[in-house]
């Protein structure tokens, strides 16, 4: 199985940064596209953001200019930086990944989620 961890969530001031980490392990043979989504009570789960294998990003116009999408290739690990939080951002934030494992079978994998709030 394949399995995606997400770490680094909390709590931060309005206008501060937090930096999460999304880890992918199991029997991974390559990994595609990975993204980042978010999740907010009475809210509909949105996409934050997607980097392909190759480095290419995709940002929601939310967070244009904010977040950070990147991805060491050798860890099988995606993060994003977030900066000038707003309480807005406050969600669920998901790690996803389309996983091709070593018996040559695509998952599109998900983590457990890791929570941020931005709040004074």
């Known amino acids: 199985q394949v399995q995606l961890v997400e770490s680094g969530g909390g709590l931060v001031q309005p206008g501060g940064s937090l930096r999460l980490s999304c880890a992918a392990s199991?029997?991974?043979?390559?990994?595609?596209?990975m993204g980042w989504y978010r999740q907010a009570p009475g809210k509909q789960r949105e996409l934050v953001a997607t980097i392909t294998s190759s480095g290419s990003t995709n940002y929601a116009d939310s967070v244009k200019g904010r977040f950070t999408i990147s991805r060491d290739n050798a860890k099988n690990t995606v993060y994003l930086q977030m900066n000038s939080l707003k309480p807005e951002d406050t969600a669920v934030y998901l790690c996803?990944?389309?996983?091709?494992?070593?018996?040559?079978?695509?998952?599109?994998?998900w983590g457990q989620g890791t929570q941020v709030t931005v709040s004074s």
């Open positions: 996803n990944g389309e996983i091709e494992t070593t018996y040559r079978v695509f998952y599109d994998a």
């Open positions: 199991g029997s991974i043979f390559s990994i595609n596209a």
